[in-house]
């Protein structure tokens, strides 16, 4: 399985980490609501099809990235930065097979 | 009559010899012979024993698909089973042996298993191995009885218990169209998609380039058919952005295009080159795919169709043409299709006569009618083959005329006599690829009677023979009449390999089984190491026929990697010796020169004890714990796993991952802090440093570096992106040796230039810079083991020289080094929490650490931490133990509070950790008990069944060695 | 100042390893570099740090994930979003970048003793490296002077190309010495020189 990274481009599985469910919401970390905090330390939604997740590219930029991955088919439908990169230009790779 | 060489042109280089042996006997061959090719020039026949009636069994096929002639070989101590003796090349000195066969091939005791065929259908195991015991011959104590028996005479060939010392690599390759198989279809795409300009990747199992076209006859653009493969091979080569991988079999497709092969590099090869692995696996990951895999032809279910003799037949077509091998010398052609006169053609040229051709079918094409009359021999339409006769080789076989359409047969059976029985029962395109990567079912073909790929679910597409186009080559019709069997008694094969009859089939439907994935496991069929390539359709149209269904509705399992077997080693690839890399500290080659016993901490080697001649390891940490609490010690601690916390927001960071404050920590001051998960659970300690402003160094334990630092990464980036702070891992950046004793400042005080070290300089938890050895160090005092103790910090790369220096001016005061063993005594005498504390079941409260639970904050899991199982003061707590009969304790033993060592229940917890206390002179431990600190003062009685451990223990508390803190205060 | 001692340690064998022709497949050297510096830029700063490290030390990076620059005794590439690494041969560059890089912009971190560089240089190098990264080395995809971050099972490495054929390498130092024992492995089979 190959993950596009914004920074890196197309990696390798291997150097990314599964990071969890980005469907939750963390509570306000001054709240005592006890059902909020769980919900969000237990509960997990479990979807057939397009699920919103969290991976870490722990073995390459190390950014943390929102994506869109189907749990049927693993198909990527999107990926962005979780952390707001605004500085951030793609690099101007070259046509890949250009002749060197 | 046997096979023989012939004179005809082909692949192998008659000008040298290779000699090899097959069961301990020489032969001699030549360059570009398979095992199989060159075996049979040597006119032998029997290559193998069938699985599971020990038949004799020859070569069917002349490549991949081969089920029966499977060979192991052997290299020094190294076997290497189940290889298909087509796919092996012959190289001076090969050593093969047959298998499945006892004492010999030529005569096997366990082919008597042939008459207890009945006995031995689908689903023998099961039925009389499985399920309770009813007399004295079924059930499960049965099969215990018979299995050392059984495992021995049915299976495949014996792995080796010697350790393979050949090389593997793994090699990740990227392209812009990959072509898997190189038969005139995959050269056709691979020029295309090279003139694009693209990078190209072309994979072809055998040695040679150009598939069937370089020995098959016939024109491609014009020209002859194997000059064309010749100068399109060359064409490509001299291309720069076309790469061409020969012995390389794609075996896998995953997610992204990514296609998974072996090269078998040095294989075909006396010995590997220095430094040449044996074969590489191949990571590719490609934009497009083109599957250009071909076909495979098909066997006829027929009485007898396993006798060594029968052979697919353009099999025998391409040892006649292509290995100049002519498997026999009056050769018979069985077939269902036209496609089996191009190669009975092929055969009568190589020197064959061909005494008949059967053919079910009543009609024939007139290209298939003037090929026969070619041939020569009886052509006998509108007939079958229904027994085959001879011992261990053909003699001949019987036909008896057939009606394709009912499968009824009539007359007389007639004997014709030959050495070769050709057979062809259609065509299946290889699909396998395509179905790994294939959205949906593989689609049937009634024409083909065949499966064709499945629409792709990646981006793939399928080209000739492989995507059902057979409109290249000999240019015969391929559509066979749609008979997969003859019926008409006695053992008809369809799975060779795992020897899965037709009967067998048909049982497992009158048994109940339904599906095709039940049939297929009740029956074993197409599992074997061939994975059925020659057996899944015939077996799934015999399902079919039972069911009463069309074959399309009974539909085909998808197929999964690997297509073809491959070794461990391929996979495992680059990872030699221990699986993992080794992480050493700057002061590694000291240790060991020391003769320090290493021990692994994750990836990190770590003394455990630097052991004196003849001392135990107890004997060591002993000595090594009196010396630092009376004079001082010294030990790396640079596997501490270290993170930058930098950035304007960097304490306010600090306070929300802590459950302690750290914005009100002083530069140049450091203070242990714990870490909560978001559950409330402890998770981990350190002491973190603030060296300016904005400036702070955090350790974390040597287990946890990795996974902390994620943490880290995690909050900042998903919860806190706002903040403006950086996170680097350090851990490797500093040398760290940390200094104890009663002796350790008067160490420093003669070493340290640049800096004081007294007390009010350097006060508890202070931090000072200085240099040491004319390197820059930072000095922390802080104490893990209660003495008065200092972390010595310096760049790595000069953590040798400060080590040495500190190590020199030890000297007089007595100071030694002390690994793991005697850091951990220290601790547990000391009441210090480690892993084994925080378990991930622990809370903080649980080692009694609330002092460090601010309530000035929220911080991560102080939400969650005050749940009611989580306060309850009966969890299991920290306490110290203190063995009372004088004997060891053991980490993870229960204790009970009751003094019957029989009676195993009442755990009221267990012990973390353990050793001898060489300050309190007893054998002590931690250990987390129900209630905790209630129990100080009373017994239990440690509980260890399973290592014969029963004793009287008294519970303490945790902070067994100056409670008070006096001397690292001092 | 005291040398800093190489990680290295026994495994850095010096000469020809199964050179059967003119030239090694590849030259491997460890460069030991006087300063390894990771800056990073706040989001939203990284104009401010790129100047900065223009002006100190005289690099222009290119604007974009992964640009780089490179000269025989310096280079600098970012690696991941606003973090650039900047690597010279003389010692002390972390002091100056400091001065040039407030708080309020960024944070330089000093590296110098914590990566070990490695360089894999030769006609074999792509093929080499292609053993051990699952990344594309080919110089359309990976062009001259470019960084990567990517990592040889647990082994986390930057990667910057500084020539068609030479890649420097910077991998933790505590995995340095069984790293290059791999290398040295995985070049074995084209013949290699450690210098």
């Known amino acids: 399985m190959l993950i596009t990274c914004p920074y890196c481009g197309p990696r390798d599985l291997a150097e990314f980490t599964y990071q969890g469910d980005a469907n939750r919401a963390r509570p306000d970390p001054a709240s005592t609501d006890q059902a909020a905090w769980n919900v969000y330390t237990y509960d997990r939604v479990n979807t057939l099809g397009d699920h919103a997740e969290y991976w870490q590219h722990s073995g390459g930029c190390r950014a943390h990235l929102k994506m869109v991955r189907s749990t049927l088919t693993h198909a990527i439908s999107s990926v962005e930065f979780v952390r707001p990169h605004p500085g951030h230009k793609p690099s101007s790779r070259r046509k890949p097979g250009a002749a060197p | 009559m046997s096979p023989r060489r012939t004179n005809a042109p082909g692949r192998v280089d008659r000008a040298r010899s290779i000699r090899f042996s097959f069961d301990g006997k020489i032969f001699a061959g030549h360059p570009g012979d398979t095992l199989a090719s060159a075996l049979m020039a040597n006119g032998v026949t029997l290559f193998g024993r069938s699985f599971k009636y020990h038949r004799p069994r020859g070569v069917l096929t002349a490549g991949v698909d081969e089920p029966n002639a499977l060979v192991t070989l052997i290299r020094g101590d190294v076997r290497e089973p189940n290889l298909p003796a087509t796919q092996v090349e012959i190289y001076e000195g090969l050593e093969a042996v047959s298998q499945n066969r006892f004492p010999s091939l030529s005569f096997d005791v366990g082919a008597v298993n042939q008459l207890g065929g009945k006995l031995l259908g689908a689903g023998f195991y099961y039925k009389t191995f499985m399920g309770p015991v009813i007399g004295p011959l079924k059930g499960t104590r049965f099969w215990m009885f018979c299995e050392h028996f059984i495992r021995r005479a049915a299976g495949l060939g014996r792995a080796g218990t010697a350790k393979d010392t050949a090389r593997y690599e793994r090699m990740n390759a990227f392209c812009d169209v990959l072509v898997v198989g190189s038969g005139p279809a ?85 010995e590997a080159a220095k430094g040449e692995p044996r074969q590489r696996h191949w990571v590719i990951r490609a934009k497009k795919v083109v599957l250009a895999t071909g076909a495979f032809e098909r066997p006829i279910v027929f009485a007898g169709n396993d006798r060594p003799g029968v052979m697919l037949a353009s099999a025998a077509a391409r040892y006649a043409s292509d290995f100049s091998v002519l498997p026999g010398e009056r050769i018979a052609v069985f077939a269902n299709n036209d496609s089996a006169y191009a190669n009975a053609a092929l055969l009568r040229e190589a020197g064959a006569t061909i005494v008949a051709i059967v053919d079910m079918r009543a009609a024939i094409s007139e290209d298939a009618r003037r090929l026969a009359s070619e041939c020569g021999g009886e052509l006998l339409t509108g007939h079958a083959v229904v027994a085959t006769e001879g011992g261990k080789g053909l003699t001949g076989f019987k036909v008896q005329k057939f009606d394709a359409a009912t499968g009824s047969l009539t007359g007389d059976p007639r004997v014709i006599s030959a050495d070769l029985l050709a057979v062809s029962g259609g065509w299946s395109p290889a699909i396998h690829l395509a179905s790994q990567a294939g959205a949906g079912k593989a689609e049937w073909d009634a024409t083909l009677q065949a499966f064709l790929p499945p629409k792709p679910a990646q981006d793939w597409t399928a080209v000739g023979t492989a995507a059902g186009d057979f409109s290249g080559g000999h240019g015969l019709d391929v559509a066979p009449a749609p008979v997969f069997e003859i019926r008409a008694g006695g053992k008809a094969f369809v799975d060779f390999q795992h020897d899965v009859t037709a009967d067998d089939v048909r049982l497992a439907h ?330 991930g079941r622990t809370t903080a409260r649980d080692l009694y650490l609330d002092w460090m639970l601010s309530k000035k904050k929220p911080f991560v899991g102080s939400a969650m931490m005050d749940r009611e199982g989580l306060v309850d003061e009966n969890r299991i707590r920290l306490v110290g133990l203190v063995s009372l009969d004088g004997r060891p304790l053991n980490g993870g033993a229960h204790l009970v509070e009751h003094n019957d060592p029989t009676a195993l229940r009442d755990s009221i917890g267990h012990i973390t950790a353990v050793c001898f206390s060489p300050s309190l002179g007893k054998y002590i431990g931690l250990a987390l008990v129900k209630g905790g600190k209630k129990r100080h003062g009373t017994r239990a009685y440690v509980s260890d069944p399973l290592r014969g451990r029963f004793g009287p223990v008294e519970i303490v508390s945790h902070h067994m060695f100056d409670p008070e803190g006096k001397r690292m205060h001092g | 100042m005291a040398e800093q001692l190489s990680p290295l340690g026994a495994a850095w064998k010096p000469g020809r390893h199964n050179v059967t022709g003119a030239a090694p497949g590849v030259v491997l050297t460890e460069t030991r570099p006087g300063s390894i510096v990771q800056v990073a830029a706040w989001p939203g700063d990284e104009k401010a740090v790129i100047d900065a490290i223009r002006a100190v030390a005289g690099l222009k990076l290119p604007d974009g994930a992964g640009g780089g620059i490179a000269t025989e005794h310096k280079a600098a590439f970012g690696f991941a979003p606003g973090k650039f690494m900047v690597v010279t041969q003389v010692e002390g560059i972390e002091a100056e970048l400091l001065k040039a890089i407030p708080i309020t912009v960024g944070t330089v971190t000093g590296l110098s003793h914590g990566r070990t560089a490695l360089r894999v240089s030769g006609p074999k190098a792509e093929w080499v490296l292609a053993k051990l990264y699952a990344i594309d080395f080919a110089l359309p995809a990976f062009p001259l002077h470019a960084g990567r971050s990517t990592m040889h099972h647990d082994v986390f490495t930057q990667i910057q190309r500084t020539g068609a054929d030479q890649f420097d390498l910077y991998v933790f130092r505590s995995f340095a010495r069984s790293f290059w024992t791999t290398l040295c492995h995985a070049a074995e089979e084209v013949g290699y020189e450690v210098r």
């Open chain 2, 186 to 270: 995959g050269l056709k795409a691979a020029r295309e998609a090279a003139g694009d300009g693209g990078r190209v990747i072309l994979l072809e199992m055998d040695p040679l380039f150009g598939g069937s076209a370089r020995w098959s006859g016939g024109r491609i653009e014009g020209t002859d058919a194997a000059h064309w493969v010749e100068e399109t091979v060359s064409g490509l080569r001299e291309l720069p952005n076309v790469r061409l991988l020969s012995r390389t079999a794609a075996w896998g497709y995953y997610d992204g295009n990514t296609i998974a092969a072996t090269e078998r590099v040095a294989d075909h090869k006396r």
């Open chain 2, 510 to 839: 009158r048994e109940g089984f339904v599906s095709v994935e039940h049939l297929k496991r009740y029956t074993t069929l197409g599992m074997a190491t061939d994975q059925g390539k020659t057996s899944n359709v015939p077996g799934l149209a015999i399902m079919a026929e039972a069911l009463g269904k069309p074959i399309p509705e009974v539909g085909t399992t998808r197929f999964r990697a690997p297509f073809s077997p491959v070794s461990i080693g391929a996979i495992g690839a680059e990872r030699i010796g221990d699986l993992r890399p080794d992480r050493l500290t700057p002061m590694h080659d000291w240790h060991v020169g020391q003769g320090a016993k290493m021990y692994p901490a994750g990836l990190w080697h770590r003394p455990a004890i630097y052991g004196a001649p003849g001392e135990t390891v107890e004997q060591a940490y002993i000595r090594e714990t009196k010396a630092t609490r009376s004079a001082a010690g010294i030990v790396d601690v640079s596997t501490l796993g270290k993170i930058m916390v930098q950035g304007p927001d960097a304490a306010e960071f600090l306070d929300r991952v802590y459950t302690n404050l750290f914005s009100t920590l002083p530069i140049n001051k450091a203070r242990y802090g714990l870490m909560l998960r978001e559950d409330g659970f402890a998770y981990d300690d350190g002491t973190t440093w603030r060296l300016a402003e904005h400036d702070f160094l955090m350790t974390t334990t040597t287990a946890n570096a990795g996974k902390v630092m994620q943490n880290l990464e995690y909050f900042l980036d998903v919860y806190w992106p706002d903040m403006k702070v950086t996170l680097t891992s350090v851990t490797d950046e500093w040398a760290g040796a940390s200094i104890a004793g009663p002796r350790a400042r008067d160490i420093l005080a003669s070493v340290v230039a640049g800096t004081a070290v007294d007390n009010e300089t350097l006060p508890f938890m202070g931090i000072v810079r200085g240099e040491v050895a004319g390197v820059p160090v930072m000095i922390c005092r802080l104490s893990f083991s209660g003495e008065l103790a200092y972390e010595v910090y310096s760049g790595a790369g000069h953590g040798q020289q400060v080590w040495d220096a500190l190590i020199e001016a030890g000297q007089p005061f007595g100071l030694v080094p002390y690994g793991l063993e005697a850091l951990g005594t220290m601790r547990i005498e000391k009441g210090h929490v480690t892993g084994a504390e925080i378990d």
